[in-house]
Nanobody, 118 residues
Framework: VQLQACGGGWVQVGGSLRLPCAGS????????MGWYRQARGKERDLVAL???????YYAHSVTGRFTISRDNYKDTMYLQMNSLKPEDTAVYYC?????????????WGQGTLVTVSS
């Protein structure tokens, strides 16, 4: 399984970015996926989650500003980020969580850097 996240870059405060995460080797449909981020010097934190039945969850800090979605036909997940703040600056990682015969596998993309500044 390979995940490829992209779409990061520099954006002004209040701006928007959309991060796609494309996968190969495993279907996205029916599986839990998420976006995490890691700011410099901090731990990796959950940003948004989409479950197998497409229920979504968000960290309090991004609720109302970020939207997670996916296109199962394209095996691509997205994170739409609006009203960006400097504290959103981080490396963003996509995750695919697979449970198979009682074993758990977590797959990660390589990360894409988002920098928000004025």
């Amino acid at each position: 399984v390979q995940l490829q996240a992209c779409g990061g870059g520099w954006v002004q405060v209040g701006g928007s970015l959309r991060l796609p995460c494309a996968g190969s080797g495993s279907a996205f449909s029916g599986r839990r996926m998420g976006w995490y981020r890691q700011a410099r010097g901090k731990e990796r934190d959950l940003v948004a989650l989409i479950t197998g039945d497409d229920t979504t969850y968000y960290a309090h800090s991004v609720t109302g500003r970020f939207t997670i979605s996916r296109d199962n036909y394209k095996d691509t997940m997205y994170l739409q980020m609006n009203s960006l703040k400097p504290e959103d600056t981080a490396v963003y990682y996509c995750n695919l969580h697979v449970t198979d015969a009682g074993r758990i596998y977590d797959y990660w993309g390589q990360g894409t850097l988002v920098t928000v500044s004025s």
